[in-house]
């Protein structure tokens, strides 16, 4: 094989490279936001009451501009004993509880005492446009009710 020939196969095979390079790192993406689309409100109420060990958590859909277009909510809390002391400026670390439809605007769960509970809402679109967090719901629940004996 003459020098010509090797160099034509090292910039064909070059080319390969590069072209499997750019091809493999396109990569799914999510669907397509449309563009102008109006910022999908964020729940603006969100509330809890507590009976017993049962908490609930209650807000209103999302009302204004892009409401339309909400899909469902997304519940995030983040769990931590009483006696552990959060550090100043550290960010809270949420998990996702549950994914809910547009139509439910009410989440119940069993909290466990001695436990502290944030809790927060997000709604969002089909096409995976997020609102702003909802306000931040917190509260602790005791190792022992003042009322038990």
């Not at 449309?34 to 809890?48: E, I, Q, T």
């Not at 409401?67 to 670390?93: F, K, N």
């Amino acid at each position: 094989m003459n020098k010509t020939n090797r160099y034509l196969h090292a910039l064909i095979g070059f080319m390969v490279a590069l072209t499997c390079l750019f091809h493999g790192a396109c990569g799914r993406k999510g669907p397509p936001v449309p563009p102008g689309a109006p910022a999908l409100p964020p729940v603006a109420d969100l509330r809890h009451d507590i009976i017993g060990d049962q908490m609930t958590l209650s807000w209103s859909a999302p009302k204004g501009n892009g409401a339309d277009a909400l899909a469902g909510y997304v519940v995030m809390r983040s769990v931590t004993d009483l006696g552990d002391e959060p550090c100043a400026g550290c960010p809270i670390l949420f998990e996702r509880v549950t994914s809910l439809g547009p139509s439910v605007t009410e989440y119940r769960e069993t909290v466990s005492r001695g436990k502290h509970y944030i809790y927060k809402v997000m709604a969002h679109t089909s096409y995976q446009a997020w609102s702003k967090d909802s306000r931040l719901i917190r509260f602790n629940v005791p190792v022992v009710d003042k009322g038990d004996s």
